[in-house]
């Protein structure tokens, strides 16, 4: 009789195990599309090169319809509980799930012509080309899985697989830096997710449950003392917050991001970093629920603080740097206190806005990386001071760089300005109903910094255009790559000309048109 009841119990899970499947098409085509990729390079090697390339744009095009459709679906059923509880479908993911697919895009275009410049180091990028896009797929699936993930061991394996494929690209270069970068970016990975790990082992033992979402796992957490429970929830937070290399846990940022392949810089910016900003966004609300229980700690307080530190920190440190990518890291750590501020306003308008903050973000940091990795293309310069007298060696590359830059900032015409615009506005909305201090101090740090940050982004420019070029002695000209004699106006590469363009354009339109982007996300449902 036993047996029976434990058949019929098992069918059941079995049900709605294959039910969810239909519910999960974007996840599914991006599992097969990994290992169609793997199979094409067992078989194909170094020759597939182009037909890598091709599967994955078809791919993360494919992913792209499928998203579509999941959307779609979300009009129907209003968050369909998946894989028994352990994954959920709003709209906050799908919207989070078609920017990491745009990135995969945009990863796989500012690859198809990147060089560290070094023979060696290209010859040896060609033999692991297939590697790089199956790499690059399983970071994105585990990205797509951390914004949906209702369980905790779901979270922290998600996590695992966007931290073990970092590791591994960082080191794409296979240079001493970049090997380096990898082995820090491990180091300081390895004590995160073990950070994490306690503190998920910690909330188990005090609730015997995992799926943090439900009210009855909040319920049993009422019950423990919050001098127990406050520990466990601040090592959640760490290993989530090294995700967005806030402070102090940025450390690993700025080494990574001089060290890595530039078009891997581009994605580690934008992709681990919204992911996690997604799954604080769906902790928030867990928070809150536990805010009468936590007496001894106000997690909009602590969020803030972070936040303001973050950004103070990300701003002061970049106006000293000299290698363009080390400054766009510190940029990049600037930029996460700028998300965690949509995270401490705690509205429906405060989530919209790092929604609306995290695609511009996305365009305004493909574009200046791809530029980066344009003038090191054609001139070898990596340093900000070789960046004098450019402009008028590569008028349209100094165009573009303005234009990013002054996003970057948040000025206007463009829509970095109207990015902060929203968040700031969030935060004086929640202001106003809260009466918070910390709401207070974050607008102020935050428009201060914004003024702090014009001197380090419009120092590219400034060097660009108003600094004249000064001539390399013989032992530099050799270090860095043979380029001849430059013609003032001459053509860089097409299809990156096409890209550049592809990215700026839209920082002007989203200043004039705002309304369409924000129209779309507050359509989805929530």
Known sequence: MQQTIDTGLLGQKLSEITASLSYLMPEAVLTAFLLLL?????????????????LSLIGFGVHLFMLFKQWELLAVLQEPPLLLG??????????????????GIFTVLLNMHYRSGSEKVESESLKQVGEFYVILYGLLLGATLMVMSANLLMLYLAIEIVSIASYIL???????????????????????????LYGISLLYGFSGSLLWNEPGFINSLGQIPSLALTPALLLIAAGLLFKVSAVPFHIWA???????????????????????????????????????????????????????????????????????????????????????VGIVA???????????????????????????????????????????????????????????????????PTAGFTAKLFIFSSLWQTYQASDSTIMVLLLLVGLLNTVVSLFYYLKIPYYMFFREKEEDNEERQQMLKPKGQLNPFRAVNTSDMF????LVIPLLVLFFKANWLMELINFIHF
């Open 254 to 340: 700025p080494d990574v991001y001089e060290g890595a392949p530039t078009p891997v810089v581009a994605m580690f910016s934008v992709v681990p970093k919204i992911a996690g900003i997604a799954v604080l966004i769906h902790f928030s609300g867990f928070f809150d629920a536990l805010q009468t229980q936590i007496v001894a700690i106000d997690w909009q307080w602590v969020v803030g603080i972070i936040a303001i530190v973050t950004i103070v920190l990300g701003n002061f440190a970049a106006l000293s740097q000299t290698n363009a990518k080390r400054m766009m890291a510190y940029s990049s750590i600037a930029h996460s206190g700028f998300l965690l």
């Open 86 to 103: 352990m994954l959920r479908l709003d709209g906050i993911g799908v919207f989070f799930k078609a920017l990491f697919s745009l990135s």
């Open 38 to 54: 793997l199979l094409v390079d067992l078989i194909a090697g170094r020759r597939g090169a182009y037909w890598l390339i091709s």
């Open 499 to 502: 890209l550049a363009f592809l």
């Open 346 to 412: 705690y509205s429906e308008f405060g989530t919209h806005s790092i929604m609306f903050y995290g695609a511009v973000y996305l365009l305004m940091n493909f574009a200046a990386f791809l530029l980066i990795k344009m003038v090191s293309r054609e001139t070898g310069y990596e340093y900000i001071k070789d960046y004098k007298g450019l402009g008028m060696e590569f008028p349209v590359i100094g165009v573009l760089f303005l234009i990013v830059m002054i996003s970057l900032t948040g000025l206007p």
């Open 170 to 196: 960082t080191n794409f270069n296979f240079d001493k830096r970049s090997a380096e970068a990898g082995i820090k970016y491990l180091l300081f990975g390895g004590i995160a997710s073990g950070l994490l």
